[in-house]
């Protein structure tokens, strides 16, 4: 498929209510339900915390296709668990226009608009990233004390829940310990936010290893329905933007592993001194060896190839 990367979402007939580093949020008119929004995911990417100038073609189709799998997939398999996604695509009478809802085509979803808790319920199976960095210097992650004798990127003895502040765009998000996050979700939620997270994790590691993958950490979010005060999982689900994938048949301890999705675009960052740089455009190769990753471990995730997939949405 040989599109241009979409890095805005030019909606006339939405207003835009939020833009993050990847999605645009657009709420929906009032149906007379519960508040729903249009979840979009662009072709950005971000690599080393900043958005890259290009972005990387059909990445917010594979982002949200994904997503919507694992909304599938965790419904199953984690008992009680609920999730904002409702369906892919806008509902029929929202009032986009042909071109817009083409444009859109594979990469927004539907979903209930939650009150966001303020932090990044991240879980960690593997001690790499900054859990390595911490544990080299204080055996502990964010914290938590943990065995000693760990080797880079060895597999913990049980999954671990490590969440950190959830910063404002341009800002970096803080590891604090669970109690920490106690303190910021209050102490009525903190605890099945933790389970939910741990049991979402623990899901997902099992069918991703079924499939030659390893999601070494990831990042989950959790909203309120203020309403019902139920807790919900949103945004995106084990994505390659939120998770650390690695390869199974490639793993081994005590070395950094090359990651599934962004190592191409790191490494060039890395060797051409860009690191970190702002409106930064990568050449059309890391485009596509990107683009190739992306595809790749969404065909490995999901059994399906992402032609097929798209094939199957309005
Ligand atoms: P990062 O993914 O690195 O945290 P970001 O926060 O800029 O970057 P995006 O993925 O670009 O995130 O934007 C998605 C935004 O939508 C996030 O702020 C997230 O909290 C919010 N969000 C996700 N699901 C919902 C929902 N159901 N209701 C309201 N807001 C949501
Ligand atoms: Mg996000």
Same mark, same amino acid.
């Given at each position: 498929?040989?599109?241009?990367?979409?890095?805005?979402?030019?909606?006339?007939?939405?207003?835009?209510?939020?833009?993050?580093?990847?999605?645009?949020?657009?709420? *929906?008119?009032?149906?007379?339900?519960?508040?729903?929004?249009?979840? %979009?995911?662009?072709?950005?990417?971000?690599?080393?915390?900043?958005? *890259?100038?290009?972005?990387?073609? /059909? &990445?917010?189709?594979? *982002?949200?296709?994904?997503?919507?799998?694992?909304?599938? %997939?965790?419904?199953?398999?984690?008992?009680?668990?609920?999730?904002?996604?409702?369906?892919?695509?806008?509902?029929?009478?929202?009032?986009?226009?042909?071109?817009?809802?083409? #444009?859109?085509?594979?990469?927004?979803?539907?979903?209930?608009?939650? &009150?966001?808790?303020?932090?990044?319920?991240?879980?960690?199976?593997?001690?790499?990233?900054?859990?390595? !960095?911490?544990?080299? &210097? /204080?055996?502990?992650?964010?914290?938590?004390?943990?065995?000693?004798?760990?080797?880079?990127?060895?597999?913990?003895?049980?999954?671990?829940?490590?969440?950190?502040?959830?910063?404002? *765009?341009?800002?970096? @998000?803080?590891?604090?310990?669970?109690?920490?996050?106690?303190?910021? =979700?209050?102490?009525?939620?903190?605890?099945?936010?933790?389970?939910?997270?741990? !049991?979402?994790?623990?899901?997902?590691?099992?069918?991703?290893?079924?499939?030659?993958?390893?999601?070494?950490?990831?990042?989950?979010?959790?909203? +309120? @329905?203020?309403?019902? @005060?139920?807790?919900?999982?949103?945004?995106?689900?084990?994505?390659?933007?939120?998770?650390?994938?690695?390869?199974?048949?490639?793993?081994? %301890?005590?070395?950094?592993?090359?990651?599934?999705?962004?190592? =191409? +675009?790191?490494?060039?960052? /890395?060797?051409?001194? +860009?690191?970190?740089?702002?409106?930064?455009? #990568?050449?059309?190769? =890391? %485009?596509?060896?990107?683009?190739?990753?992306?595809?790749? =471990?969404? &065909?490995?995730?999901?059994?399906?190839?992402?032609?097929?997939?798209?094939?199957?949405? !309005?």
């Amino acid at each position: 498929m040989a599109s241009a990367a979409l890095t805005n979402i030019p909606l006339a007939s939405l207003p835009r209510i939020s833009q993050g580093k990847v999605r645009d949020l657009f709420p *929906l008119p009032d149906m007379g339900e519960n508040p729903t929004l249009l979840f %979009v995911t662009s072709d950005r990417i971000s690599a080393y915390d900043v958005i *890259l100038k290009n972005g990387i073609p /059909t &990445k917010g189709a594979i *982002l949200t296709l994904l997503s919507a799998k694992w909304f599938e %997939v965790l419904s199953s398999r984690v008992p009680g668990l609920k999730h904002h996604f409702l369906h892919l695509g806008p509902p029929a009478s929202c009032g986009l226009t042909a071109d817009e809802q083409q #444009m859109l085509r594979g990469r927004s979803m539907t979903v209930r608009r939650l &009150k966001i808790f303020p932090i990044e319920a991240i879980v960690r199976g593997y001690v790499t990233g900054s859990a390595w !960095a911490e544990y080299e &210097k /204080t055996q502990t992650i964010h914290g938590l004390p943990q065995p000693a004798g760990l080797k880079r990127c060895e597999r913990l003895p049980q999954p671990i829940y490590t969440p950190s502040t959830k910063a404002e *765009l341009g800002d970096k @998000d803080i590891n604090i310990s669970p109690d920490e996050a106690r303190g910021i =979700v209050g102490d009525k939620y903190a605890s099945r936010i933790e389970e939910l997270a741990l !049991a979402c994790y623990k899901a997902g590691a099992a069918y991703a290893e079924e499939r030659g993958i390893i999601i070494a950490d990831t990042k989950f979010e959790f909203g +309120l @329905d203020e309403e019902t @005060d139920e807790i919900y999982l949103v945004d995106e689900v084990l994505t390659p933007d939120s998770s650390r994938f690695w390869s199974k048949a490639d793993y081994q %301890v005590g070395r950094e592993q090359d990651s599934f999705d962004k190592q =191409v +675009l790191r490494n060039w960052l /890395t060797d051409n001194g +860009l690191k970190g740089k702002p409106d930064v455009e #990568m050449p059309p190769e =890391v %485009v596509e060896k990107t683009k190739g990753r992306y595809t790749e =471990v969404f &065909k490995l995730m999901t059994g399906e190839s992402l032609e097929d997939a798209l094939a199957r949405v !309005a």
